[in-house]
């Protein structure tokens, strides 16, 4: 095994048995033993961690102070008294803005739709073109032609 992949396996199984094939690469890379050594402490860790109780107050306690601390939550506060039950005018409007903004913000995303191109020409039609065009060349050769050509007067 490469170093790369135990190094992912170590992370993926997280503190479990590695299998033999890693354990072998373990055995003869050192930097791999360590990393795979750090792990296992870091999950002896974590697993003897025991987290605090959390008082009955401390959700009250918490937006208390973001309120305090952030002037956007007054602004949700608003938001949120536009939408109660003794305003229903501005619910109606507030709702059909966001419909419309959201048809808007949808419409701009799509793709334009497909532009007819006309079929490709055969190469009969083409051969055709390019007759043409030699037509009318060799013709504004002749054309040109009789512009030189001096004239019996002069």
Same mark, same amino acid.
């Given at each position: 095994m490469k170093c790369q992949d135990v190094l992912e396996l170590i992370v993926e199984r997280a503190g479990l048995s590695l299998g033999p094939?890693?354990?072998?690469?373990?055995?003869g890379c050192p930097a791999c033993s360590k990393v795979h050594l750090e792990q296992q402490a870091?999950?002896?860790a974590l697993e003897a961690f025991?987290?605090?109780?959390?008082?009955?107050?401390f959700d009250s306690r918490l937006f208390a102070r973001l309120q305090q601390r952030n002037p956007t939550?007054?602004?949700? *506060?608003?938001? @949120?008294? %536009?939408?109660?039950s003794r305003r229903?005018?501005?619910?109606?409007?507030?709702?059909?803005?966001l419909m419309v903004a959201t048809i808007?913000?949808?419409?701009r995303r799509l793709p334009p739709p497909p532009v007819a191109v006309a079929g490709?020409?055969?190469?009969?039609?083409?051969?055709?073109?390019?007759?043409?065009?030699?037509?009318?060349f060799?013709?504004?050769? *002749?054309?040109? @032609?009789? %512009?030189q050509t001096p004239q019996a007067g002069n």
């Open positions: 094939e890693a354990e072998s690469h373990l055995s870091l999950w002896r025991e987290a605090p109780e959390v008082s009955p107050a939550w007054a602004a949700w *506060d608003w938001l @949120g008294g %536009l939408l109660g229903p005018a501005y619910s109606a409007v507030l709702a059909g803005m808007v913000a949808i419409g490709s020409a055969s190469q009969a039609q083409q051969a055709e073109q390019i007759e043409q065009a030699l037509q009318d060799d013709m504004l050769l *002749d054309f040109e @032609g009789l %512009l």
